[in-house]
């Protein structure tokens, strides 16, 4: 059974938490954006993760995997390395950028909203407590071959 609550965000079973938020797409004109709602998804069973979720018109929608401290941190300050970068913009909105080998996308979202979302993930998974006792191994265990040391 899922229910809303005021902000909009939707709380599945166990520790998931799905909204929908605008984000503005800068273009290459500038000052001009496109309006995109993004899909923002976080699922305990995945603690490091929020997916930003596009629907690009096709039948899968395109996801990105970003890190949750990543986020966190790029409310406050310029954060990220590689494809993902993080950073307060003007306005209350937070900027993040990501990269790819055929292009980068801008995205202009509502930093309070975001920041709403991640609180909320703090209170299904607190920093530190990503991963439970041994479960490192047991993942480990699953990726490598029987008999490794």
Known sequence: MHHFDLFGYQD???GQ???????DLETEIPGVRHRLDVGVRYDDADPLVVS????????VPISWAVCR???LEGLDRPSGLGD????????GELLIVLRTPSGTARLHAPAAA?????LRTLLLVPIGAE???GALERE??????PGHS
Do not use: Y
């Open 140 to 145: 480990l265990d699953i990726l490598l071959p």
């Open 114 to 118: 975001l920041e709403s979302l991640l």
């Open 131 to 133: 991963f439970a006792p």
């Open 12 to 14: 599945g079973i166990g």
């Open 52 to 59: 930003l979720v596009f629907d690009a018109g096709d039948d």
């Open 17 to 23: 938490l799905r909204t929908t938020l605008p984000m």
């Open 84 to 91: 993902v970068h993080v950073r307060p913009a003007d306005d």
């Open 69 to 71: 401290d990543l986020l």
